[in-house]
T-cell receptor, first 115, second 113 residues
Framework: GESVGLHLPTLSVQEGDNSIINCAYSNSASDYFIWYKQESGKGPQFIIDIRSNMDKRQGQRVTVLLNKTVKHLSLQIAATQPGDSAVYFCAESDPYGGATNKLIFGTGTLLAVQP | GAGVSQTPSNKVTEKGKYVELRCDPISGHTALYWYRQSLGQGPEFLIYFQGTGAADDSGLPNDRFFAVRPEGSVSTLKIQRTERGDSAVYLC???????????FGPGTRLTVL
């Protein structure tokens, strides 16, 4: 939503550089993870997901890495563009949610791309 | 194709009033979720529908909140006796099946004066 950057961790990068956004998740039993991008005034937009039987997954200009040992997830964006500026959330599927697949979201990181 | 749509985009109401927020999921998606996002936070789960039934309403904060999905498509989130603390963006998401990717709508920004 709007103004979410006021108290969020911020990553500032130059256009064309690679960006790495990190996320620590809470539950070692979680088996499904998703990255969402949220621009001001809009809903979260799906970027990429990964299941716990993988440690890396690549999309177009994005790569997600999963380290289950330390419960850490990262999103790498190659050749960052001004249009990548947004708040990025990692989310995990609640492992105790049964068939619901309700998502637990992290705090979010504001990515600011400098032209 | 059309994504998830939500109406209204903004709703301003007075404390104590009743509000309804609408969600139109992606056509054919059987799973529908409501989340609430407060300023500077990530979305928090409220309720999940599989078809017409509320399969999990564990995230609803209290009995002032209720949601329906009578025909298994459109859903309405209803809030009675609104309080200032209910002010937030209410997001709806849908997925083809519960295990599939959730796609979010633009949200309804609710402001309770």
């Amino acid at each position: 939503g709007e103004s979410v950057g006021l108290h969020l961790p911020t990553l500032s990068v130059q256009e064309g550089d690679n960006s790495i956004i990190n996320c620590a998740y809470s539950n070692s039993a979680s088996d499904y993870f998703i990255w969402y991008k949220q621009e001001s005034g809009k809903g979260p937009q799906f970027i990429i997901d990964i299941r716990s039987n993988m440690d890396k997954r690549q999309g177009q200009r994005v790569t997600v890495l999963l380290n289950k040992t330390v419960k850490h997830l990262s999103l790498q964006i190659a050749a960052t563009q001004p249009g990548d500026s947004a708040v990025y959330f990692c989310a995990e599927s609640d492992p105790y949610g049964g068939a619901t697949n309700k998502l637990i979201f992290g705090t979010g990181t504001l990515l600011a791309v400098q032209p | 194709g059309a994504g998830v749509s939500q109406t209204p985009s903004n709703k301003v109401t007075e404390k104590g009033k009743y509000v309804e927020l609408r969600c139109d999921p992606i056509s054919g998606h059987t799973a529908l979720y409501w989340y609430r996002q407060s300023l500077g936070q990530g979305p928090e789960f409220l309720i999940y529908f599989q078809g017409t039934g509320a399969a999990d309403d564990s995230g609803l904060p209290n009995d002032r909140f209720f949601a329906v999905r009578p025909e298994g498509s459109v859903s309405t989130l209803k809030i009675q006796r609104t309080e200032r603390g209910d002010s937030a963006v209410y997001l709806c998401a849908s997925s083809l099946k519960p295990t599939d990717t959730q796609y979010f709508g633009p949200g309804t920004r609710l402001t309770v004066l």
